[in-house]
T-cell receptor, first 111, second 114 residues
Framework: QKEVEQNSGPLSVPEGAIASLNCTYSDRVSQSFFWYRQYSGKSPELIMSIYSNGDKEDGRFTAQLNKASQYVSLLIRDSQPSDSATYLCAVNVGGYNKLIFGAGTRLAVHP | GAGVSQSPSNKVTEKGKDVELRCDPISGHTALYWYRQSLGQGLEFLIYFQGNSAPDKSGLPSDRFSAERTGGSVSTLTIQRTQQEDSAVYLC????????????FGPGTRLTVT
């Protein structure tokens, strides 16, 4: 089993809809969870971090964490074509600073 | 403020040559990481530096790979006797390790081994 799993996609949503991206992880002691956005040919850009169970909102983005289920998600409201990118889920491993990244979910927002 | 910088942005080298990739982290960030991303693939952890502690080298794929960090700031990743499978984008990230694990990435170096 991979340590961090994501659906590769592509996830296709119409402009204005809610995009829901999901991630599961295997290390029960993980404490820090991150979502990165990566445009084609660019480096990953941090968009959300979450450390506690529940929801964390930042603008159009909401991160959701459920440690009991070892599940973290990212919701993007009012999706825009500019949101089209690959979204990487990252989880810290064993209480250390090292992050393990999922393979990413490709999101396509069509007008 | 200035972000993480990397040089060169692109490097083309012949198989068997050595290459050096440079990373300059965000000022004040004590932790520095190297990752590799092959075409269409996820990020592969290579090595992690934290302050003056011994680096975590657990991700280095072979002994042809090495890295150092001088003065707790700039880092150099060296690949000796490059092979075609080394072709990838090499990404550097830095973080304020003791306060958060949030890592910020540089633009990467695209390495092509011919």
């Amino acid at each position: 089993q991979k340590e961090v799993e994501q659906n590769s996609g592509p996830l296709s949503v119409p402009e204005g809809a809610i995009a829901s991206l999901n991630c599961t992880y295997s290390d029960r002691v993980s404490q820090s969870f991150f979502w990165y956005r990566q445009y084609s040919g660019k480096s990953p850009e941090l968009i959300m971090s979450i450390y506690s169970n529940g929801d964390k909102e930042d603008g159009r983005f909401t991160a959701q964490l459920n440690k009991a289920s070892q599940y973290v998600s990212l919701l993007i409201r009012d999706s825009q074509p500019s949101d089209s990118a690959t979204y990487l889920c990252a989880v810290n491993v064993g209480g250390y600073n090292k992050l393990i990244f999922g393979a990413g979910t490709r999101l396509a927002v069509h007008p | 403020g200035a972000g993480v910088s990397q040089s060169p942005s692109n490097k083309v080298t012949e198989k068997g040559k050595d290459v050096e990739l440079r990373c300059d982290p965000i000022s004040g960030h004590t932790a520095l990481y190297w990752y590799r991303q092959s075409l269409g693939q996820g990020l592969e952890f290579l090595i992690y530096f934290q302050g003056n502690s011994a680096p975590d080298k657990s991700g280095l794929p072979s002994d042809r790979f090495s890295a150092e960090r001088t003065g707790g700031s700039v880092s150099t990743l060296t690949i000796q006797r490059t092979q075609q499978e080394d072709s990838a984008v090499y990404l550097c990230a830095s973080s304020l390790a003791r306060e958060s694990y949030e890592q910020y990435f540089g633009p990467g170096t695209r390495l092509t081994v011919t």
